[in-house]
Nanobody, 115 residues
Framework: QVRLVESGGGLVQPGGSLRLACRTAGINLSIHNMQWHRQTPGKERELVAVVSREGITNYPDSVKGRFTISKDNPRKTLYLQMNNLKPEDTAVYYC?????????WGQGTQVTVSS
């Protein structure tokens, strides 16, 4: 059974940093493409980071240079390092993967950037 559990969210001041973690079960990070998304009320979920099974990463311009996605295959954990956070980064952050036509989401972790 695939399970994704995010942690690491919280309240941080503008310019600060947070590292999110997504503990996984039932999947092998070395053969799954993994993603982080975020969502604010009234808006669609936004893709913020991708890491392929080969370890290739990709980011939208809104977070490029500030966010870094990584994975620890033996620990079955996906990470999102977020630096120089801005108020517009405030959102619920989700990890996601797809396998054999099925979508798998975690429950999300709240990130609030405010002074």
């Amino acid at each position: 059974q695939v399970r994704l559990v995010e942690s690491g969210g919280g309240l941080v001041q503008p310019g600060g940093s947070l590292r999110l973690a997504c503990r996984t079960a039932g999947i092998n990070l070395s053969i799954h493409n993994m993603q982080w998304h975020r969502q604010t009320p009234g808006k669609e979920r936004e893709l913020v980071a991708v890491v392929s099974r080969e370890g290739i990463t990709n980011y939208p311009d809104s977070v490029k240079g500030r966010f870094t996605i990584s994975k620890d295959n033996p620990r079955k954990t996906l990470y999102l390092q977020m630096n120089n956070l801005k108020p517009e980064d405030t959102a619920v952050y989700y990890c996601y993967t797809e396998w054999r036509g099925r979508d798998f989401w975690g429950q999300g972790t709240q990130v609030t950037v405010s002074s």
